[in-house]
């Protein structure tokens, strides 16, 4: 069973509408979640960290987290067609110090 | 401030050669760690340095090897190159040791093995 996973997609909407990207973690104990965004051909780029339970929200993008249910999500509002790109959940696993576990990452695509 | 770079950016290899990738951290960053990405396997951890000490290793084989200077500067080394050591390679800097520190990646090295 793999650590981190996430629908691998693709995931696809129309410009304006709500994206939502889900990522499971089997590790009860992961106490540091990220998103990445990597659009292709690049390196990830960090969009959102978080740390507690519940909502976290930067700008159109909003993170929650569920500790009980292992669960994170990515909401993206007012999807823009430069959105499109993969988005990567990482995770730090207790024990491992900064070793970074990433699922095998979700590729958007925005719709003009 | 500038960010995380990584030379060279791209490399072509025969198989049995070594090769030796460079990451220059984020100005301050403290915290090296290198990470392979291929289609199949997707973004995998190879290893963490800490003033200039390896603080955590990945499972990967021993042909992967790295150090980190003083000025936190880092190489990773992989010797007897294999067809699928072809990968994106990719170098993250961070301010210092806590696992919730936030990793910046630089652009990465895009190694080809033939």
């Known amino acids: 069973q793999k650590e981190v996973e996430q629908n691998s997609g693709p995931l696809s909407v129309p410009e304006g509408a709500i994206a939502s990207l889900n990522c499971t973690y089997s590790d009860r104990g992961s106490q540091s979640f990220f998103w990445y965004r990597q659009y292709s051909g690049k390196s990830p780029e960090l969009i959102m960290s978080i740390y507690s339970n519940g909502d976290k929200e930067d700008g159109r993008f909003t993170a929650q987290l569920n500790k009980a249910s292992q669960y994170v999500s990515l909401l993206i509002r007012d999807s823009q067609p430069s959105d499109s790109a993969t988005y990567l959940c990482a995770v730090v696993p207790s024990g491992s110090a900064r070793q970074l576990t990433f699922g095998s990452g979700t590729q958007l695509t925005v719709l003009p | 401030k500038a960010g995380v770079t990584q030379t060279p950016r791209y490399l072509i290899k025969t198989r049995g050669q070594q090769v030796t990738l460079s990451c220059s951290p984020i100005?301050?960053?403290?915290?090296v760690s290198w990470y392979q990405q291929t289609p199949g396997q997707g973004l995998q951890f190879l290893f963490e340095y800490f003033s200039e000490t390896q603080r955590n290793k990945g499972n990967f084989p021993g042909r992967f090897s790295g150090r980190q200077f003083s000025n936190s500067r880092s190489e990773m080394n992989v010797s007897t190159l294999e067809l699928g050591d072809s990968a994106l390679y990719l170098c993250?800097?961070?301010?210092?040791?806590?696992?919730?520190?936030?990793?910046?990646f630089g652009p990465g090295t895009r190694l080809l093995v033939l």
């Open positions: 100005s301050g960053h403290r915290s």
């Open positions: 993250a800097s961070s301010f210092s040791q806590g696992a919730g520190e936030t990793q910046y």
